[in-house]
């Protein structure tokens, strides 16, 4: 009589949980909102994501609400968000180190899936998140408050740092202070690039912000951290000899002779700063597999990358008078892919005692129905059924994200410029002579939008 | 087997009233550790410290022994990483002085919305113009009182420090001497339980 009992009750958590990503996969989910913001109305992509932020997922779809609203130019709304996703970060620090509600979400993916653990970005979305919303600060004119976020990703970044120094040489170079190609070479044979796991784009953006707004100290320590990570970008070359210049730094001298003298504005000049994100960061793939335990049927799924991402090309920014080619910065596909190498080992294990599990269910069902020798083993066949679509893969992570981020820096004369990066719609972007602007662009694949602020 | 029915259900009962949210009116001045954060204690401690500090220093008494000095309050640095109304912080110790009887205020805040009152009483033609008040008649500040506030933040495992200082200055303005200078330094440290919800 077990069985009958079991199934309203497996019904009803079916049906509880239907709505989040627990049985719709998450990339599937977020693909609309995608989609919209290649649309000229992207913000409308927020709407299918906001009633999910008071779910258990909350941080993710604040993340990518903010993200959404930030790409639609709304800065005052995309704080917002971002801000409920900072307070669901907070909260997971708060936590305690064995937490009942933290048990009790890993005790329930063991009967269903890995889905019903809350999400939890991994360290490079956690930065991104401080990242942008530093920008969305400067965007609304809020300078103090830029300068806030950017030492809070600061401080994301340093225990990032940390966290891979033990393990690897070129980090351990990085908080030596130097810049070491020999390091780097190594790490792309051994394929544990530094850039892989620490993001240089985060490191310049907020070197960017620090000496924009006045720090150029903290700004040269952010550059250099960049060039550790992605030493062949050319401005970030020329902008590491350019402060060491200017704060009269040992390695001036050093800096110049591998590099190459820095230019200076002249005087009727502006700098103009850009930020080119592209594309978007890929989505995790589910690998499904097939087998039977004690004659009953079972799957194992587990979330992966496939490789077959076509490469992002350089951007030109058209329309300065002068061709300017954007340099790549940082690849996010490869911190995700990083990311989730670090999770498998955690969701492996739980892989395994959920087939544990779920095969004893199966079994506990089964040896009661045999005894009555006629009946149709209804109970097994729901309870395989069950296994099998509730075991599904843990594809959540900010989809949203650009794969590639992209920079450029130049001096123009002041005026209005209409920029155009490759063949998309031109902008309009003013140019004071002595005043830095910054110019965001984010290219979702039909849509480029500028942003730009004179400071 | 009906005993314990009820039982039950009061105890449900009992437990579902314990839930209730409530509120309640507390003291404004009692010490509040409901996280890490910049909170009203550290403000109040700061004021409270840079108030008592400046009223007491020797050469500032000499100051203020037969005259009113007046000042302006120049907006306090937010170094920190958290977003704090620092504007609330100087609004507190410059409340605090104005209110010792020993130095008086100019709000440079406010500086626009006086400029349009004044351009309204002499260019609207609505005000008497004897009784409008005219341009450039108000009195310059002597000493500008600023500040920075900044933090060091430190987290491992289940550790958070947070270190807070706060520097504030008093210059004077015609000489550009820093007549006084102190800081207030606040530590917390939050330490993770180790089993909880």
């Not at chain 1, 002779?257 to 200076?264: E, L, N, S, V």
């Not at chain 1, 000049?269 to 004659?295: A, N, Y």
């Amino acid at each position: 009589m077990k069985q009958w009992l079991l199934l309203p009750l497996l019904s009803f958590l079916v049906s509880g949980c239907a709505l989040n990503s627990i049985f719709i996969n998450y990339p599937s989910q977020i693909a609309p909102v995608k989609a919209q913001l290649n649309t000229n109305t992207p913000i409308k992509g927020v709407l299918e994501v906001e009633s999910n932020i008071s779910g258990a997922d909350g941080l993710l779809y604040a993340q990518e609400a903010g993200r959404v609203a930030q790409i639609s130019g709304d800065f005052e709304a995309s704080k917002e968000y971002y801000q409920q996703a900072v307070a669901g970060y907070l909260k997971f620090d708060d936590k305690a180190t064995l937490s009942v509600s933290d048990m009790g979400a890993t005790t329930s993916s063991l009967f269903i899936n890995d889905n019903v653990i809350p999400y939890r970005g991994p360290g490079y979305e956690r930065v991104m998140l401080h990242q942008y919303q530093a920008l969305n600060y400067i965007f609304s004119g809020d300078q103090q408050g830029a300068l806030v976020e950017v030492r809070r990703s600061n401080g994301l970044q340093s225990s990032e740092q940390a966290r891979y120094q033990k393990s690897n040489e070129s980090v351990q170079a990085m908080a030596n202070g130097t810049i070491d190609a020999e390091v780097n070479k190594l790490g792309k044979a051994a394929g544990t690039v530094t850039s892989s796991f620490l993001n240089a784009y985060s490191y310049y953006t907020t070197g960017v912000l620090h000496e924009i707004l006045g720090e150029p100290n903290d700004a040269f320590i952010d550059y250099r951290k960049a060039a550790q990570i992605s030493p062949d970008n050319p401005y970030l070359q020329k902008d590491l000899v350019r402060l060491a210049k200017q704060l009269s730094m040992p390695q001036a001298d050093e800096f110049e002779r591998r590099w190459g003298k820095a230019t200076r504005a002249k005087k009727e000049q502006g700098e103009v700063i850009f930020l080119i994100e592209r594309g978007f960061v890929p989505e995790k793939q589910s690998l499904t597999v097939p087998f039977t335990i004690h004659g009953n049927w079972q799957t194992a799924s587990l979330a992966t990358y496939t490789s077959n991402s076509r490469p992002v090309s350089p951007g030109k920014i058209k329309g300065l008078g002068k061709s300017l080619t954007a340099a790549p910065i940082a690849n996010l596909d490869a911190l995700a892919i990083t990311a989730l190498k670090e999770e498998l080992p955690a969701a492996l294990i739980r892989q395994a005692a959920r087939v544990y599990a779920k095969s004893e269910m199966a079994r506990s069902v089964e040896s009661n129905s045999k005894k009555r020798n006629n009946e149709t083993d209804i109970g097994v066949i729901a309870m395989q059924i069950f296994n099998v679509i509730t075991e599904q893969a843990d594809r959540r992570s900010w989809l949203t994200l650009p794969k590639q981020a992209q920079i450029a820096r130049t001096y123009l004369n002041s005026g209005s410029y209409s920029v155009q990066l490759d063949n998309g719609t031109p902008a309009q972007i003013e140019v004071k002579s002595g005043r830095t602007t910054l110019v965001w662009a984010v290219d979702t694949g039909n849509y480029t939008r500028f942003y730009s602020i004179i400071i | 087997m009906k005993h314990f029915k009820l039982i039950f259900m009061l105890a449900v009962a009992i437990g579902l009233a314990g839930c209730q949210s409530k509120v309640e009116y507390g003291d404004a001045t009692e010490v509040e550790t409901v996280n890490e954060n910049f909170g009203s204690s550290d403000l109040q401690a700061i004021a409270a410290k840079m108030v008592d500090s400046m009223l007491t220093f020797p050469p500032v008494m000499v100051l203020t022994a037969n005259d009113r000095p007046i000042m302006f309050v120049d907006k306090i640095k937010n170094k920190t990483s958290e977003h704090i109304d620092t504007e609330s912080v100087t609004d507190s110790i410059s409340n605090k002085l104005l209110r010792s009887g020993k130095f008086r205020f100019i709000d440079m805040t406010k500086v626009d919305a006086v400029r349009k009152q004044l351009d309204y009483q002499n260019n609207a033609g609505m005000v008497d113009p004897s009784t409008a008040i005219s341009f450039g008649r108000q009195i310059g500040a002597q000493y500008m009182l600023y500040g920075n506030l900044s933090s060091i933040v430190k987290q491992d495992g289940s550790t958070k420090d947070v270190y807070y200082k706060m520097t504030m200055r008093l210059m004077d303005l015609e000489t550009g001497l820093i007549e006084w200078s102190d800081e207030k330094e606040i530590r917390k440290v939050k330490s993770k339980s180790f089993l909880g919800l």
